[in-house]
């Protein structure tokens, strides 16, 4: 990884897509660098996607309710958590997984429109897979700060003076 | 109740009477007057402070710190800033006589400045430069002597120029890089021939290297650190800029002990001591701060290899500003003074720059942009600049 593929990921991952001649001129490549650096990223998985970092709360009518869930299975020979956390990962309604340490394996991040569906997604589909021993399902009741973007209101207004030596 | 209108004229001190308002001023009040207006003016930071700095202020005031500290400052303060000089620009200072925490660089000029200058003594002001040192220098009663720097020369003061204006009167010289306004920046070669000038003539260096960290292509190189500048320098520095501290009002001086203390004779009596809330601030920007300065810095440097080119393809010439967060790109091609340019461009455009002249010798005929702005804010104010440069051309 080049100082400049690490300056670019830390842009994006921050500023999200942004078109190739505003990331020309700021990292101080030619455009068409950018454009191979870029596709490069994408070819080898660094950069998997872009995407909007969206409140829902305020999108009226489209709320989604999230829960976490703490998982312990059972390994299985030669592969693992890896085959099981497959095999919940796959899930559409699983938006996260992770292989955690400590007194739980897997944390699962489940996102449904009701708390029911979540519900019926653990008993149903979760805790029926053979190597779940448990599942401890936490709902989530409100997001102040998700991927670093604070959600509660914040007072972003620019208190700067307009003209100042 | 009534009050007997006593007789009285306004007496007010000639020195002060001498000092012209700064021009900074007019364009405040005209771009205030005004709504939607993108503003490229400002001379400070878009970031607030980090918040462990903010939260160790709240923690300090919690804990009841909150009487006077030493004349000089916090002693743990005063070590952070002795081990960060030693560390970031190889110059040592002692803690105990050699540094002073100050009510900003602001306060540090000032006392700098008086500390050394006499009614008759001239200081050598490298100009285009920050609004205060001038009418600082007239305070004392010194005579402030411009030296003026252009683009040709990316405004880095030349030995020439200086010396041209060398008279047996001259006692110091105030110098100030990376530069408010221009962004410049003096690498080491470049100042070693001004360090031999002052060294042949005996002079004080005054140097505000409060925008130290903020130099994107060289590591920035201290006066003070050069041979055989350390006995004569004053140098003036403060956490506004880099850590994104403007009002809360904390800065430093750092000086050999003769020059600290007379500074510190007149801070102590001036000042007492700078506020007790903002030195622990202060510490913990100097002692967990590093991290985030930095990220602070990369987005600065990417703004501004944004700004500067969009400029230049906006039909502006500008020259490669190597620090601070300031472009100050020509305006000659529109044939419009510096003050018209902004007035104008204001007025149709709604953007907010300051006209070059306000600074000094050598800014007529450009104009300050400050690039401490969201990109999507220097997106649309570039677009719009391109739009009036065009149309006056036309
Ligand atoms: C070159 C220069 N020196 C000093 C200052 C004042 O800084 P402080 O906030 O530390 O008083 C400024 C602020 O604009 C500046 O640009």
Same mark, same amino acid.
């Given at each position: 990884?080049? =100082? ?16 190739? =001649? &505003? ?21 080898? *998985? ?45 899930? *559409?309604?699983? *938006? ?28 149903? &589909? ?18 102040? &700060? ?6 509660? =209101? ?12 | ?18 000092? $012209? ?26 970031? !607030? ?21 030493? %004349? ?5 303060? /005063? ?8 560390? @970031? ?25 008086? $500390? ?23 305070? !004392? ?19 020439? $120029?200086? /010396? ?15 530069? %408010? ?13 001004? $360090? ?35 006995? @004569? ?71 501004? %290899? ?43 455009? /709604? ?44």
């Amino acid at each position: 990884m080049t =100082d400049k593929e690490r300056e670019l990921l830390l842009l994006i991952e921050k500023e999200g897509r942004m078109a190739s =001649d &505003k990331l020309a001129k700021m990292l101080e490549l030619p455009i068409n660098e950018v454009r191979d650096m870029l596709a490069d990223l994408e070819e080898r *998985k660094v950069i998997l996607g872009y995407s909007a970092i969206i409140d829902w709360t305020k999108a009226v009518g489209t709320e989604m309710v999230t829960a976490m869930i703490d998982v312990k299975v059972t390994p299985q020979r030669g592969r693992g958590f890896d085959e099981v956390a497959e095999r919940i990962y796959r899930f *559409k309604e699983v *938006k996260a997984c992770y292989l955690m340490s400590g007194t739980y394996d897997l944390s699962v991040m489940i996102e449904g429109r009701t708390m029911s569906e979540i519900a019926n997604f653990v008993s149903e &589909k979760l805790s029926t897979l053979e190597s779940v021993i448990s599942t401890t399902t936490h709902f989530r009741l409100k997001q102040y &700060k998700h991927d670093g973007i604070i959600f509660v =209101d914040d007072d972003e207004d620019d208190h700067r003076m307009v003209v100042s030596p | 109740m009534t009050h007997v209108k006593a007789e009285h004229n306004v007496k007010l001190s000639q020195n002060v009477e001498g000092i $012209a308002p700064s021009g900074i001023r007019r364009f405040f009040d005209l771009a205030s007057s005004m709504d939607n207006i993108i503003s490229l003016g400002v001379g400070e930071p878009d970031y !607030t402070t980090p918040w462990n700095v903010r939260e160790a202020s709240i923690h300090s005031l919690e804990r009841g710190l909150t009487s006077y500290t030493a %004349n000089a400052g916090l002693m743990e303060l /005063r070590e952070e800033i002795s081990r960060y000089m030693e560390e @970031r620009f190889q110059t040592k200072y002692d803690p105990a006589d050699e540094i002073i925490v100050t009510v900003g660089a602001s306060e540090g000029l000032d006392i700098a400045l008086r $500390a050394v200058v006499d009614p008759g003594d001239e200081v050598l002001v490298v100009e285009p430069c920050f609004v205060s040192y001038a009418p600082l220098v007239s305070l !004392t009663g010194g005579i402030p002597v411009p030296v003026p720097t252009s683009m040709e020369d990316n405004f880095q003061v030349s030995v020439e $120029a200086i /010396r041209e204006r060398l008279t047996p009167d001259t006692k110091a010289i105030m110098l100030s890089f990376p530069n %408010n306004p221009t962004g410049a920046v003096m690498g080491k070669a470049e100042l070693e021939e001004i $360090a031999a000038l002052v060294q042949e003539h005996d002079l004080v260096v005054f140097s505000d290297e409060i925008y130290a960290e903020l130099s994107y292509d060289e590591e920035h190189v201290s006066t003070a650190a050069l041979e055989g500048m350390w006995d @004569r320098t004053i140098l003036i520095s403060g956490f506004s800029k880099s850590f994104a501290m403007t009002g809360w009002r904390v800065g430093y001086v750092c000086a050999p002990a003769p020059y600290a203390k007379a500074m510190l004779k007149i801070h102590q009596y001036a000042m007492m001591c700078a506020s007790t809330m903002a030195q622990y601030a202060a510490l913990e920007a100097m002692k967990n701060g590093r991290q985030e300065m930095e990220e602070m810095i990369v987005s600065y440097r990417q703004r501004r %290899n944004y700004f500067v080119e969009s400029l230049r393809e906006a039909g502006l010439e500008c020259h490669s500003p190597g620090g601070a967060f300031y472009a100050f790109p020509s305006i000659r091609a529109t044939g419009m003074t510096s003050e018209e340019f902004a007035e104008k461009l204001l007025i149709e455009q /709604r953007v907010a720059v300051v006209p070059g002249h306000v600074f000094g010798a050598g800014g007529e005929g450009h104009v300050r942009c400050s690039y401490a702005a969201s990109m999507s804010q220097l997106e649309e104010a570039v677009d719009r600049i391109a739009a009036f440069v065009k149309n006056v051309r036309k």
